[in-house]
């Protein structure tokens, strides 16, 4: 009778812990747009899962009022925790106000609302897009000087991201006040292609119809840049060689272009946030708390050969895609 008390007990105090910490996860994503989003998507997904925490996830379709839905919908819910990354920067003051009055913990991920100082946070994680888009231009400039062309005119174009979101609005920012800094190049022209292959194909197609010479493509993604590189194809020209390609977020596609010599450079923006994730929301179980400040990942820049300068002190060098590509998970 008493093993029969002790091992009930023992049971109890099991189910209560695991009650305690059987968490239910409200995600509101944007949508699949890009490999990069697929991949930032199943991360957070899976380590929800792994973890034991029921997910209550929602593609938004790259549609603000989809994620306005969701967002209420996990509120009504009375879900324990809202991920939210959104698809554009603003309109969304009212309802992240909603989340702080129903006193459900808000943890921003990726991409950072403009609202940013007017709501509560648990805390915030994502990519410097400033930074990133410095970089592209950063190392093109280390690159064209190590060619032998630094002091040469170069005509640049730019696909941008959609438009209002959170990447295209500081990459843009980025790579403008870095060109500053080289008189030398031009942007010639930008147009956005949404993130996806398929706009970024059909873009780089209008540039090349209506643009003589064309030395350089900015690309705010990769997908964007893998479309263009088919454009460029369909053109006769050599991706690569006849224009320079420089991408950004790094995923595997962007490397095998790079050891294919179809494009130049990618400068990384990692989408596996769950070693960042889980801990967070662990802690915050436990009572800590993590201030305000937007947590970024070390990054790093991607090329042919490495060894080209990218940070703005000179010291982080490039890293040879060859030498990484089959460590690339996504």
């Not at 909603?98 to 991920?109: K, Q, S, T, Y």
């Not at 493509?217 to 320079?244: H, R, T």
């Amino acid at each position: 009778m008493k093993k029969l008390i002790a091992l009930v007990l023992a049971l109890t105090l099991v189910l209560s812990a695991s009650s305690a910490f059987a968490l239910t996860i409200g995600f509101s994503q944007i949508g699949q747009e890009s490999d990069w989003r697929t991949a930032n998507t199943d991360n957070v997904c899976n380590a929800i899962e792994e973890a034991g925490w029921e997910l209550v996830y929602s593609d938004g379709q790259q549609k603000q009022e989809n994620q306005v839905q969701a967002l209420r919908s996990f509120i009504t819910q009375g879900v324990d925790y809202i991920l939210f990354t959104g698809v554009v920067t603003t309109g969304w003051d009212e309802v992240l106000k909603e989340v702080n009055e129903a006193e459900i913990p808000l943890i921003l991920l990726d991409r950072i609302p403009s609202c940013v100082d007017d709501i509560e946070y648990a805390a915030a994680f994502g990519g410097d897009f400033v930074e990133e888009g410095k970089r592209m231009v950063r190392w093109l400039a280390n690159y064209l000087e190590k060619e032998g062309r630094g002091e040469e005119e170069i005509n640049i174009v730019m696909l941008e991201g959609t438009t209002g979101a959170d990447a295209q609005v500081g990459r843009s920012e980025g790579i403008l006040a870095e060109l500053e800094n080289h008189p030398n190049m031009t942007l010639v022209e930008s147009q956005t292609g949404n993130f996806t292959r398929a706009e970024g194909q059909q873009v780089m197609e209008t540039f090349l119809n209506s643009i003589d010479d064309i030395d350089v493509l900015l690309a705010q993604n990769d997908d964007m840049a893998l479309g263009a590189i088919e454009a460029i194809k369909s053109a006769g020209l050599k991706p690569g060689e006849d224009i320079i390609i420089i991408g950004c977020d790094s995923v595997k596609a962007a490397f095998e272009a790079i050891v294919a010599g179809e494009m130049n450079c990618t400068v990384e923006c990692t989408p596996l946030y769950a070693d960042f994730l889980i801990p967070t929301i662990e802690g915050l179980e436990a009572g800590e708390t993590y201030g305000r400040d937007i947590i970024h990942p070390e990054e790093y820049c991607y090329d042919a050969e490495g060894g080209i300068p990218y940070t703005e002190d000179g010291e982080a060098l490039s890293i040879k895609a060859a030498d990484v590509i089959d460590e690339r998970v996504y």
